[in-house]
C-alpha cells in the first residue's frame, strides 16, 4: 500500500490569485496522477506526472493554467493559477503501486476560490 | 471512450439491510475494475480491486463481482451500518492504457439508524 499526504488540506483563495498543491508520498512511484472533484461531481482526471518529463494533461487541461512539478519520485506539485470561482475543488493526487493496479488517494485539498 | 455508469445515483436504507450498488461499463476490454468509498470532504478509499480474470473479490461485508462480458460490476454491503454511509464509486482501468483510470458518478448511500 501507499500513504499520501497533501498540503494545504484547504484554502479560500481571492480570484486572480494562483495556489500550490504538494503531494507526497511514502514510497517511490513512476506515475502519479491528479484529479479534480467539482462540488457533487466524480473525478476528473487532470494530469498524469511521471518522474523526468513532461505531464500530460486530459482534454480541457492545459500546462498554464495547471502547470505542475514532479522533481522526485515520492512528490509532486499541482498549482492551480490565475483562479476563478470555477476552479473551487477538491484537488486529489494519487498513485498506483504497479502500472494498472490498485490506486491510492491522498486526503483531498478543498479549494474555494471567492 | 470508456463510459462508467453507477446506478442508483443515491440510497437511503435502514440499518441492518443489505444492498447491492451497480456499476456498468461500456468498453469491456478492462484490466481491472476498483470500488472506493469516500467520505464527505475526504479523498478515496480503496475498498476491492478485482482482476479482469477474476469474477468476484470479498472483504469482510463487502463482496464485489465482475461480469466482464456483459460490462457490469456490483458492490453487494451485507448487514449495512450507519458507518457504511459514504460515497461509494467504481473505476475502470483498459488493457491498452494503463495510465487513465475511469470513474463513475459514485452512489451516495445513507444507512439510518
Known amino acids: 500500500s501507499a500513504v499520501i499526504s497533501q498540503k494545504p488540506s484547504r484554502d479560500i483563495c481571492q480570484r486572480g490569485t494562483s495556489l500550490t498543491i504538494q503531494c507526497q508520498v511514502d514510497?517511490?512511484?513512476?506515475?502519479m496522477f491528479w484529479y479534480r472533484q467539482q462540488p457533487g461531481q466524480s473525478l476528473t482526471l487532470i494530469a498524469t506526472?511521471?518522474?523526468?518529463?513532461?505531464?500530460?494533461?486530459e482534454s480541457g487541461f492545459v500546462i498554464d493554467k495547471f502547470p505542475i512539478s514532479r522533481p522526485n519520485l515520492t512528490f509532486s506539485t499541482l498549482t492551480v493559477s490565475n483562479m476563478s470561482p470555477e476552479d473551487s475543488s477538491i484537488y486529489l493526487c494519487?498513485?498506483?503501486?504497479?502500472?494498472?493496479?490498485?490506486?491510492?488517494f491522498g486526503p483531498g485539498t478543498r479549494l474555494t476560490v471567492t | 471512450k470508456q463510459e462508467v455508469t453507477q446506478i442508483p445515483a443515491a440510497l437511503s436504507v435502514p440499518e441492518g439491510e443489505n444492498l447491492v450498488l451497480n456499476c456498468s461499463f461500456t468498453d469491456s476490454a478492462i484490466y481491472n475494475l476498483q470500488w472506493f468509498r469516500q467520505d464527505p470532504g475526504k479523498g478515496l478509499t480503496s475498498l476491492l480491486l478485482?482482476?479482469?480474470?477474476?469474477r468476484e473479490q470479498t472483504s469482510g461485508r463487502l463482496n464485489a463481482s465482475l461480469d466482464k462480458s456483459s460490462g457490469r460490476s456490483t458492490l453487494y454491503i451485507a448487514a449495512s451500518q450507519p458507518g457504511d454511509s459514504a460515497t461509494y464509486l467504481c473505476a475502470v482501468v483498459l488493457a491498452y492504457n494503463f495510465n487513465k483510470f475511469y470513474f463513475g458518478s459514485g452512489t451516495k448511500l445513507n444507512v439510518k439508524p
Open positions: 478485482i482482476q479482469s480474470s477474476q
Open positions: 506526472a511521471n518522474q523526468g518529463s513532461e505531464a500530460t494533461y
Open positions: 494519487s498513485v498506483d503501486l504497479d502500472r494498472g493496479n490498485e490506486q491510492y
Open positions: 514510497s517511490q512511484v513512476t506515475m
